[in-house]
């Protein structure tokens, strides 16, 4: 469900009186449903410093910075050339917050974002012990109104099937064959997206096989650190790899719309010993 307004801390398009030096600027999207498209006017960039789980390795620049319902970003906006101005956050075109900068600056105007922030490995596939394809599915009526949205065709209260050895690491290929982003978490670990890749979703219903439409994108810049939650696009094939770090327990996956997971788009998975 899509309101027709955004609130920012709780207030209708508010605005912030600023200085003309960088700020930082850590965004969380609290919608229920909505994926935002974050730009900046006069055509100035986001600098994205770090992701859900933490700094990246490098910056990146964003022009349109998405943010699904979940996901954090951490971000750099530097006010520094915008003396005297009113800059605004857009989601898309609609105006969401107002930024009026000041003329002059009390401290921090030379300050530059690092050109390293911290090491990152990135993990190698050879290194997972499984490979799990789970798919994101849509049960409509005759009407063509959805009655159901599972995960890899299970209901919540089905046995658990996803069962990850403690200190394993695995890759699970995020399949959606529905026409919707899904922001996709998991519970207590941390992953890297490996990359994209359209599909054909009616070969993969009748077949249960992957049949690629086109070749495989990698990360963005700012999607290559750590996450927690991730857009699984529609129609496309959506890879991470997980290490399965911290204990052993019951802990759960699910879509992070939140009409959604309330319609069972949510299951639970085990992590056991060694």
Known sequence: MFGNAALVNGKLFPFIEVEPRPYRLRLVNASNARVYGFSLSGRQALTIIGSDQGLLATPAAEDTLWI???ERWDTIVD???????????FDEKLPILQFRVGRSARSGSGWRVPKVLRPIR???QSEAAVTRN????????RRGVPLRMLLNGAHWDMPVTEKPALGSVEIWNLINLTDDSHPIH?????FQLLERRAIDPLVYRSSRELMFRGPAIPPSPSEAGWKDT???EPRMVTSIIVPFDGYVGQFVWHCHVLEH????????YQVVKA
């Open 186 to 190: 998991l519970h207590l670990v941390r």
């Open 261 to 268: 997971e309330d319609n069972e788009m949510m299951r639970p």
């Open 122 to 124: 990135r993990i190698q």
């Open 134 to 141: 789970l798919s994101m599915e849509e049960f409509m009526d």
């Open 68 to 70: 699904a319902p979940g």
């Open 79 to 89: 006010f520094s050339g915008r003396r005297g101005e009113n800059v605004v956050l």
């Open 230 to 232: 991730i857009r699984a």
